[in-house]
Nanobody, 123 residues
Framework: DVQLQASGGGLVQAGGSRRPSCAAS????????IGWFRQAPGKEREGVSS????????YYADSAKGRFTISRDNAKNTGYLQMNSLKPEDTAVYYC????????????????WGQGTLVTVSS
């Protein structure tokens, strides 16, 4: 079975850091692009960051630039989103996705989705 297990959420104070991770199984991880998306209460899901299979290209939403870093460890079948200088507006459920057949920034292109991990940033 294909699984994407997201973890690493939690409560953090503004200015702090979190590093959600996404452990994959059941498919060939090292040939799959990875994306991180988030959905805040009452808002639509939005793209945060994505990375190609060879780490050659990354994408960051404007809100994430300079603060977040996406990475992947193909040997561990795991993707990461290092989030620094967190703000209360970063509070959301963060979802990882894998294996895109479209532009890696587009949620609709991803075949596999994790269950989400909640990050809450207190002011």
């Amino acid at each position: 079975d294909v699984q994407l297990q997201a973890s690493g959420g939690g409560l953090v104070q503004a200015g702090g850091s979190r590093r959600p991770s996404c452990a994959a199984s059941g498919f060939t991880f090292d040939v799959a692009a990875i994306g991180w998306f988030r959905q805040a209460p009452g808002k639509e899901r939005e793209g945060v960051s994505s990375i190609t299979i060879d780490n050659g290209s990354t994408y960051y939403a404007d809100s994430a630039k300079g603060r977040f870093t996406i990475s992947r460890d193909n040997a561990k079948n795991t993707g990461y989103l290092q989030m620094n200088s967190l703000k209360p507006e970063d509070t959301a459920v963060y979802y990882c996705a894998a294996q895109s057949t479209l532009d890696i920034r587009l949620a609709r292109g991803y075949h596999y989705w994790g269950q989400g991990t909640l990050v809450t940033v207190s002011s």
